[in-house]
């Protein structure tokens, strides 16, 4: 079932979906969500740029998309309706708010008559409900006005859509309780109206029938899963990075949506040695972090696009010095502040060449919002053990999204400990022992970390390049031109694991290639095809610097490689110019993920076109 719920900014349509979405994880069901909300902290009440929504799709088996339409449409006004019922195939069921549909509500977003009336929605199975009055009468025993009842409208409709289809309640109620401890009036308000919305479900004659979707029984391993977004997944897993290196974590971040919800998630953890900054802007939060690097610390910093250019001087710096740093990207809709609240993938080319002269740095992208925890500490293994910032790329999608994760045990993660330098490491001809900050590790080119103020490590650090082994400034061509390609060779040299390739005839002639969070879709596109007849190959790059060594090799093997990306065609310009392989690019820029059918007809397409 697809569920979205949608209505004003301020109706709390993410709340109500997030409650569903828990109480359906709860239950053991496998889910992906879409949460879609306006960029103003309070958009204009009742427009169509206003209408925030949430989409939740769960299912009694493995499912890797948010859907590509709703089964299911709570629109809370006419903005609502109107912007979403586009979305909604014909025959699927509309519960509608009638209170809200007043003459100047229509007006508002372009109806010149009450869709509800006028036989424009002859084609689904339309519920009028009257929640805002419904609403008010539950909660008519108690001290609130009728607007601030009415702001329980959404509780209400929860409760009719948890009846429907079944989902536990519970776990809401002790939400509600703990949410409004403060406020017991309010708490109480909220339960008696999520408790007469489960009523109504169970008493009107209007909902004839209820759903039940079993638990996924066979979708997942055995273990302990929880649901859990994107950036939560991957504060966790910054969390443990730095629990497995035996290091302080440091977060130096500047505000930023929809990166933010990581540095507020990590400050709540400072029984886990995580030291969190709220720096004054970009230049500061990065350059906190490289302190803290050079300190000895997992450092990290968190922004989107935007924040990017910003800090690319001091990435630069980073990849100068080389220090381990991780640069979290969660990229939106650009260019300049672009579509804050929306999912793109455009920041790839920007990861991969956005500073002065050359500065290699390796670039990792999650697939899924329970990726994002795995992505984390494989990104802090390539900073901590080739000395080295790194992109990790997420984006909005994954971010917001969210999808159950199978808590895993400590055990199965690996050790990330490093060893800081202890004394001398290079003999001179005189016999002198001495301390050389840019003697490398003949296996991964990294040169020592020493923690400042250890006696006998004193070294100098600084943008100015240095010279090879003894790290003094240093202006001779030879050795500039040595050291860049020497840093070129460590991030070239980097250890990744191959490029699986997901063929199951061996007969395919087309692969879909994709990175980041193209994954679900993809997916879901090539099961589709394949389930057709269609014989289509796939594989997704978690690595994006350096590729898989047996990339190259992959992209051979096949007559046809297409790529579809939230972008112009930057992985694609990038494996063109790498391996001379021409490729398909199938591109979407609109700040939203793409839909497997949509998906599905561009594979179909590219197979067919032999």
Request: glycine share 10%.
């Amino acid at each position: 079932m697809i569920i979205r719920f949608a209505g004003d900014s301020g109706d709390g349509m993410q709340l109500t979906g997030d409650r569903f979405t828990s109480e359906t994880a709860s239950f053991g069901n496998d889910l992906s969500t879409l949460p879609n909300f306006p960029a103003e902290i309070r958009a204009p009440a009742g427009t169509l740029p206003g209408v925030s929504s949430f989409q939740l799709h769960f299912a009694d088996h493995d499912i890797l998309t948010p859907g590509d339409a709703p089964s299911v449409l709570v629109a809370m006004n006419p903005a609502a309706l109107k912007a979403n019922i586009g979305d909604v195939p014909r025959g699927a069921e509309v519960i509608v708010n009638t209170d809200e549909f007043t003459k100047r509500a229509m007006q508002k977003v372009g109806y010149d008559t009450n869709p509800l009336d006028d036989g424009s929605l002859d084609g689904y199975s339309v519920h009028p409900v009257p929640l805002t009055t419904l609403t008010v009468e539950a909660l008519k025993e108690f001290d609130l006005s009728r607007k601030d009842a009415g702001r329980s409208k959404n509780m209400f409709a929860l409760g009719l859509l948890s009846w429907m289809y079944h989902r536990p309640t519970d776990g809401t109620e002790t939400f509600l309780k703990q949410k409004f401890a403060k406020k017991p009036e309010i708490m109480k308000a909220n339960l008696a109206a999520f408790r007469a919305g489960w009523n109504f479900g169970e008493t009107t004659e209007d909902f004839a029938v209820s759903y039940e979707v079993l638990p996924a029984a066979k979708a997942f391993p055995t273990g302990t899963y929880r649901n859990i977004s994107g950036n939560l997944a991957l504060s966790y897993g910054l969390v443990a990075a730095g629990k497995q290196a035996d290091l302080p974590l440091y977060l130096g971040s500047y505000p930023i949506t929809p990166a933010s919800d990581i540095l507020h998630e990590l400050s709540k953890h400072k029984n886990f040695g995580v030291r969190t900054f709220q720096a004054e802007d970009e230049i500061a939060g990065i350059g906190a972090a490289l302190g803290a690097a050079f300190g000895g610390s997992l450092a990290v910093t968190t922004t989107s696009g935007p924040g990017v250019a910003l800090k690319s001087e001091t990435i630069g710096l980073a990849v100068s010095l080389e220090l381990p740093l991780l640069i979290v990207d969660i990229q939106r809709g650009g260019p300049s502040t672009g579509l804050p609240t929306k999912t793109e993938q455009a920041d790839l080319l920007q990861a991969m060449y956005g500073r002065n002269g050359e500065a290699p740095v390796p670039i990792v992208a999650p697939q899924t919002p329970a990726d994002c925890f795995d992505a984390a500490i494989e990104a802090a293994r390539i900073a901590l053990t080739y000395r080295t910032p790194v992109f990790l790329l997420s984006d909005g999608y994954l971010a917001n999204g969210s999808e159950p994760w199978r808590i895993p045990e400590v055990d199965e993660l690996p050790d990330l400990r490093t060893q800081f330098a202890q004394g001398p490491n290079h003999t001179l001809d005189d016999g002198t022992e001495v301390f050389w900050p840019y003697k490398r590790d003949p296996e991964t080119l990294a040169r020592p970390w020493a923690i400042p103020g250890t006696p006998g490590l004193e070294h100098r650090i600084g943008g100015i390049e240095k010279q090879d082994g003894t790290g003094n400034i240093s202006y001779d061509p030879a050795n500039h031109d040595f050291m860049v390609r020497t840093r070129q060779a460590k991030i070239d040299g980097i250890q990744v694991p191959d490029l699986e390739v997901d063929d199951p005839t061996g007969e395919a002639k087309l692969l879909v290639l994709g990175w980041g969070s193209t994954y679900g879709p993809i997916t879901a596109a090539v099961r589709r095809v394949r389930a057709q007849g269609g014989r289509v190959a796939q594989a997704h790059l978690r690595h994006l610097n350096p590729f898989p060594r047996n990339l190259g090799r992959v992209l051979g093997a096949y007559d046809r490689v297409l790529i579809p990306e939230m972008n112009l065609g930057q992985l694609a310009t990038l494996i063109r110019a790498r391996y001379l392989t021409e490729t398909m690019s199938f591109t979407q820029v609109n700040g939203m993920p793409f839909k497997a059918e949509q998906l599905a007809t561009a594979i179909q397409e590219a197979e067919d076109a032999r």
